[in-house]
């Protein structure tokens, strides 16, 4: 042994970065805290099985569990029988225009079969095809749309995305969860404030995560975000970091519940409660034999 518990600690925090995988939550940690956010949620996923559709933004630091809480209220969705579907929203250059959309309307098109998706879609159905191809693989008849100039022609695909979730919401509820929304291009943005304006009758959710840290006054989703404030289905949820007993809990599960308290402590100061760091430090220490 290289010293005391909390000479290890101290050794070991030192290789811990905040560069780490920022994308994902730590697989050793559990669900843990966020009563009061899920209770939010399950109440919005109620408000969407009577049919008063709503949009809530998960906003918080690069860790702090905005996936993880959105994967809980997938899985709780899922359960009482609502159709989640995910789009990610891309960092870098090179991804199309509408690339969180078209991931999702990828997943429903393949779970659809052609009756289903021209119930649904109806005259949209030509319009949409313009940016999702696969579309025309189900419907191989589909037509060209008719020429618009680029405003009408954007706002006839708006519309016809917006009366397709609503119909296909209408056999199923759908729970639409983006992710990364700091990263999104302005037409995902400019779709995502359409849809929302739309849904008020309809058994259709979404759900968006962002890092509030990267939006700034300038940026794009600043806008949307004030676009979407105006809606009385919208809902804003900030996650901080957990509680000291909250990563408590995290360390017991991972260590084991005779984990000295100024282990915890320690542990609860450096990483100040972000659940990704939380588990990373946890790894870390299991490593050198705690």
């Known amino acids: 042994m290289r010293g005391t518990p909390l000479d290890m600690l101290e050794s070991t925090s030192e290789t811990f970065s905040k560069d780490a995988d920022l994308r994902a939550v730590a ?24 049919g008063n559709g709503q949009v809530v933004m998960l906003a918080g630091d690069p860790g702090i569990g905005k ?25 870098g250059e090179g991804a199309p225009p509408y690339w969180p959309w078209l991931q999702i309307f990828r997943s429903q098109i393949d779970q659809s079969d052609a009756e289903q998706l021209e119930s649904s879609m109806g005259s949209g159905a030509e319009a949409i095809g313009e940016i999702v191809p696969e579309l025309r693989s189900k419907l191989p008849d589909l037509g060209a749309p008719p ?13 016809s995305i917006t009366t397709y979730l609503k119909n296909a919401s209408a056999n199923r509820p759908m729970a639409l969860i983006l992710e990364d929304l700091h990263w999104a291009d302005v037409s995902s943005l400019a779709l995502l404030e359409h849809i929302a304006g739309n849904i008020d ?35 804003n949820l900030q996650l901080s970091g957990l509680s000291q007993s909250e990563v408590g809990e ?4 991972s ?5 000295p308290q100024e282990i915890v402590e320690q542990v609860y100061r450096r990483t100040e409660g972000n659940a990704l760091f939380v588990g990373e430090l946890l790894q870390l220490l299991e490593t050198d034999g705690l």
């Not at 996936?67 to 009482?80: K, P």
């Not at 260590?255 to 984990?259: I, K, S, V």
Request: contains cysteine.
């Open 27 to 50: 697989t050793s940690a559990d669900f843990v805290g966020r009563e009061r956010e899920m209770e939010s949620l399950v109440a919005v996923l109620d408000k969407t099985l009577a």
């Open 67 to 91: 996936t993880r809480t959105a994967q809980e209220f997938s899985a709780i969705a899922d359960a009482r029988n609502a159709e989640a579907l995910w789009g990610h929203c891309y960092e």
């Open 147 to 159: 020429t618009f100039d680029p405003d009408s022609a954007r706002f006839r695909l708006f519309d």
């Open 201 to 235: 009758a309809s058994s259709l959710v979404i759900v968006g995560t962002y890092r509030d840290i990267e939006v700034s006054p300038a940026h794009p989703l600043s806008g949307t975000l004030g676009s979407l404030v105006r809606h009385e289905g919208f809902r």
């Open 250 to 253: 995290m360390v017991a599960r």
């Open 255 to 259: 260590a084991g519940a005779n984990t």
